[in-house]
């Protein structure tokens, strides 16, 4: 078995370490370092071995043409009372939505489940453990008109997860990218 496999666009380092002073100092949450950002296309999980080598493989025939995306406002996962995780928004998400959906038909055809979940892409800024609805309502308010520069998003790579005591950190496995 692999370690936890994911399929994702990375957000570029300055971008990143701008949103990376945002997810601190909410009490009950833990802050995702400015090097471990980016953008799910498809969690995997634990997989056997081969299929992971045959994804990685099969991934390389995924064609799209570069895009620009850019930050777009903030939110929260979870119930209002009990919110789980604190993102940054990406707009405008089309290129983004057909990139998932074509890796997400590769997989299909490779006979692995779908995402129950319907698909939002995000950036995780801080996972929350009883943190204060009323700090994640402040936070929502100070923060909800934040917007980046646009950045193109030129590639996305298969990556693998190790926890840590000092939190989880990834690694790119391969790295494709997108036509011209």
């Known amino acids: 078995m692999t370690p936890p496999l994911f399929i994702a666009v990375t957000v570029p380092c300055t971008i990143a370490g701008r949103l990376a002073t945002l997810g601190g100092g909410i009490p009950g949450g833990r802050q995702v370092p400015a090097e ?31 895009f620009t995306l ?40 490779m006979r692995l ?4 979940r319907k698909y939002h892409p995000h950036i995780t800024l801080a996972r929350l453990k009883n943190a204060s609805p009323q700090r994640i309502g402040d936070f929502m308010a100070a923060n909800s008109l934040i917007e980046s520069p646009p950045f193109e998003i030129r590639s996305f790579g298969l990556h693998e997860s190790h926890r840590r005591s000092d939190g ?3 690694r790119m496995i391969q790295e494709y990218a997108l036509d011209s």
């Not at 498809?42 to 995924?62: K, Q, S």
């Not at 489940?113 to 129950?116: S, V």
């Open 36 to 66: 471990n950002m980016h953008i799910t296309l498809r969690y995997l999980g634990e997989i056997d071995t081969m299929l992971a080598d045959e994804i990685c493989e099969a991934l390389a025939a995924v064609s799209h043409a570069p």
């Open 168 to 170: 989880s950190h990834y």
């Open 113 to 116: 489940p779908p995402r129950e």
């Open 70 to 109: 850019k930050v777009s406002g903030v939110g929260f996962f979870g119930k209002r009372r009990d919110p789980r995780l604190l993102y940054a928004g990406v707009s405008p998400h089309d290129d983004l939505v057909i990139l998932h959906h074509k890796v997400e038909g590769l997989l299909l055809q």
